[in-house]
């Protein structure tokens, strides 16, 4: 009996991208099942689209056996991340309870605010007001909670343009993170020594503070026996133009995951851009440049697709 499985209902970033292009991999956005041991307690990862399928299953799977008592926990609130939240049809049953964690940038706003701005009736027949099943929202930082059951779960602060938390939850000796949506910390004083204003003293504290931030990164998701991490772009598309955009490139998603002694790597947050073939291509090509000299297992998500340690 596994301790830990998870299930890809949404493996896209930005925006869903269904069509003949996306068919293998799937296009909705950002959604994760996760369960827990035998009972299977069942957690949320982002109610990005993928959460609509989510729902279907857990009215077939879960409601059968009683109430809905559940966490969905939002890495952030961008739109691909949380536009699925009401098309989650557990919402719209009184004797559901819900618990949603998630990061919120502003001091004077709130969960409950930013997803109920999307439950109004000019984008939206239902109000948040309206929601039938008990929910409560939970403003979220860093740090470590203890969920009940020996499960635990510890937030991250990542690097994206808006507040992101990754989450490592730790159950029965085994441990799953995400790491999305995110880039590696570069220094923020990185300019040309003839550029005006050059400060060498600023960009060598630049430089400090950046690798400082990338090790308690790496910290956090060592010895992960699985790790989900964005990678929305290849190292070439990155460097041409995407730098300072919020997403990791393949390249380096597999050296963070090699220097983090990861398990099992799956490679998240596709580009919607991106198709079937290209994906394939890369996995092929990620995976040959491991082979043989480490131990690390790549995979690239797929809706569907279910990893248990
Ligand atoms: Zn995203
Ligand atoms: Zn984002």
Redesign the pocket.
């Given at each position: 009996m596994s301790a830990i499985r998870v299930r890809f209902w949404g493996v896209r970033?930005?925006v869903p991208c269904p069509g003949p292009k996306t068919v293998k991999f799937g296009g909705n956005t950002a959604c994760l099942e996760l369960r827990f041991g035998e009972a299977g307690r069942l957690v949320v990862i982002d109610a990005g689209t993928g959460i609509r399928e989510l729902a279907a299953h857990v009215m077939k799977t879960d409601l059968p056996r009683g109430p809905l008592k559940t966490q969905l926990f939002l890495?952030?609130t961008?739109w691909?991340?949380i536009m699925g939240f009401p098309f989650f049809i557990p919402i719209f049953i009184p004797t559901t309870e819900l618990e949603v964690y998630g990061p919120v940038t502003y001091e004077d706003d709130n969960l409950n605010e930013i997803l109920g701005g999307m439950l109004k009736y000019r984008y939206w027949p239902v109000r948040l007001e309206e929601l039938a099943a008990k929910i409560r929202y939970h403003d979220l930082k860093e740090g470590s909670r203890d969920l009940g059951d020996g499960l635990w779960v510890t937030s991250k602060y990542l690097n994206?343009?808006?507040l992101?938390l990754g989450y490592r939850f730790e159950y029965q000796g085994k441990v799953l993170c995400t790491a999305?949506?995110t880039e590696p910390f570069r220094n923020v004083f990185d300019v040309a020594p003839d550029a005006p204003g050059y400060d060498a003293e600023a960009v060598k504290e630049g430089e400090a503070a950046a690798r400082e931030e990338n090790e308690k990164v790496s910290r956090f998701f060592q010895g992960a026996d699985i790790l989900i991490h964005d990678t929305q772009y290849t190292h070439q598309e990155y460097l041409a133009g995407k730098v300072g955009w919020?997403?990791t490139s393949f390249e380096q998603a597999v050296n963070a995951a090699h220097r983090a002694g990861v398990k099992r790597l799956l490679l998240f947050h596709h580009d919607p851009d991106r198709s079937d073939e290209e994906l394939e291509r890369l996995e092929r090509r990620i995976r040959a440049s491991v082979a043989g000299h480490s131990t690390l297992q790549v995979f690239i998500a797929r809706e569907g697709m279910q990893v248990e340690v």
């Open positions: 970033g930005s890495t952030h961008h691909d991340h994206h343009p808006i992101v999305y949506d919020g997403h």
